[in-house]
């Protein structure tokens, strides 16, 4: 393999490192030379970021790693009175095995992942531990080990533990900024997860199937979560492409499986930590089928023929949920929820400079949201991948910190908005910002602002979620290799006003009246190694 593409696949390997925020492909208009085939390849990431907020979370056995919403199940908060202040470390070996007897039809590929907090603890069993004096943590936890089999020209399999990524593309050779911007923008699903995928690239166009399971459970009943899924995208013309989407799942986990205490699922306690709809069917047992049909375009993806780029996606969320009777004398499925949401978006940047950092861009989501829960048999909100998993989409791309994510994080990922159906009362949010390489490919800066509205009222709050400003400077000393400051602030709005939402579970973290505005300052280095 080329050095030149082990770039391209190193950047997309390590997507769930968040990579997205950095204008990767700003090197690529260099030559970079080839060098011979190698059958072992080790490539890695390294991120070590000082970080000072006035958020976090109460729950002293959350220290480690905090995922989900700002003021949810998690415990995490703001406050005038604490400051968060702590450096954190990752690194990100991934190890690529393409035995010349195959002669690249089957590679190997696994990546692991090291990370702490400094000072945290020593001697001891666990992930996201192990920088405390002394050291000697067990905290190897593997992301990907998984073969790909090329049998045909553009025929391409992957078997094992892999990325699920919502967009069209090979997440082993595209770039991972491209699959943000691209597809449904990995706002549906942008996880690991184990199964096989199968897809066929074409010149022009492109297919993807795959079969996904998510939670196993007992082997000889029917009580697993199963993800199937049918992508597919044609090119137009030279600028535009279009594509469509089904996927399918199958939960019979009735809550079970998933992470740790907190399960999977529609009713888990998972639910109320990632921000997204809990089906509070107390103790009933439920099974559910859910599907997405949607479509998504896409103008100039690369930035590489004229300075404009246009992308969006519709996806509509449909299915049936199904409770059993708790009579046991005469136990029977019945039916429990419709479900039927809609979730869309349109990404609109311009190129006014030489290099990729000198651009505006504009950023607008919509989905819809429930303003009666279940009494009405129907859910219209949106349902992605983080009912499933923690996080089960990262929709890292959205250009704001706090108020939605942002592609920085090591183990702490706690934005306003986790997921794009916002706890199920949906949302409109928007984003403008404008960068510019001061010195090209050297040093660049980056200011923004992103709002947002609930499209449903909370209980005794508003619509207006709030509003943020944020900035960055970035100096790369080399390719792949840069230190940066970024900075936000988030005024709140009346949403969080709110004492309760819907179905029971605090909107401002359970405080009286509204919290204090969050937010952060964080310097980051950052060393592709290759």
Known sequence: MSKSKQIILILCLFGNSLFAQLPTNQYFTKEIPEKANKEFQFLGFFINQAVTSNFYPENDFLKGQIVGRLFGANTSKTSNEHRSAYVEQRFIPFFIWSPGLFNGKATLRASFELDWTWGDVAYGVGGNFGGAFSADQVNLQTQNLEVELHPWEGVYINLGLQRIFDTPYNPYKTLFDKMTYTGYRLAYFGTDGVGVSVRKDWDFSRIKTGYYKLYENYIHLDDDVTLFELTGEKDISRNWKMGGSAYYMCDRGNGAGGVSILGQGLNSLLASHNGVYRFN????????????????????????NDPWTIS???????????????????????????????????????????????????????????????????YNGVITGNQWGAPGAIFVSSGSYILMPHGNVVNRYTPAIVDISNMGYGMTAASFSASQGIIPHRLNAKLGVAAAMSNVQPMGGGVFMGAEVNGNVAYFFGPYMSLELHGAYLGLGDFYDSKQSAYGSPVNGGIDGRPVNPWTVFLVYKWLLF
């Open 281 to 304: 069917y107390g103790s009933a047992k439920y099974k559910a089928d859910v599907a997405w049909l949607g479509t998504f375009f896409s103008r100039n993806a690369d930035q590489y």
């Open 312 to 378: 969006g996606f519709v996806n509509v969320n449909l299915g049936q949920t199904d409770t059993l009777s708790t009579i046991i004398a005469d136990s029977k499925w019945e039916k429990a929820t419709k479900i039927m949401g809609v979730g869309s978006n349109i990404r609109a940047a311009y190129r006014y400079g030489q290099t990729p950092a000198d651009q505006v861009v504009l950023d607008i989501t919509y989905t819809t949201g429930d303003a009666n829960g279940l009494s009405d048999g129907v």
